[in-house]
């Protein structure tokens, strides 16, 4: 047992005599250490904002489908107003016992929206000059609508919601190609393109 004793004091004299960090060089971790989480916390935070922007832009384009199935499924009288830049208000029957009911919808707090009436590009405050999006029996709206989300934060960016004349809903593109439904043609010749026959 006495040679136990002996074996282990060596070792406890090592560590006690082991040398710790000096304190520039703890100062030097703790600055790093710092730096990266603050990075990191800030690549989190635009991250969450992107998120909700990305959920606010899918909820209206959701209530937007909703509103056009409704429409559909009671033969006109669906809605959606825009007239504020923070909030929409939904008219449909969200019961499903035949009464049309507001609902308000707010979005996320530092998300805001704008619209526009392609071809035209201005892009405008809804809070000033609000709009309709209202869909008749075919669930086609009125005219086309772009609506664009935006959050406030820089390095977010904004998400795009395009009601076309059809009624079709898209995010995140751009609209191109002409807006309004083109004119058939009303006069055809009876004879051009008929080649002649001989027999």
Known sequence: MAKQIMNLSPEKSKLGNAAGFSLPELLIAVTI??????????NFWQSTKSFKLAGATRTLSTYLEKARVDSVRRHGG???NINSATSYTVNMDFGGIGVVSAQTVTLPTGTSLRYSLPPATTSINPSTTPTTITYDWRGRPANAVLITVTDSTSGVGSSTVIVGTAGDISTDTTVTGPVTTPTPQTSVSPTSGIKSMRF
């Open 33 to 42: 250490i710092a730096i990266v989480g603050s990075l990191a916390l800030l």
């Open 78 to 80: 669906s809605f959606i």
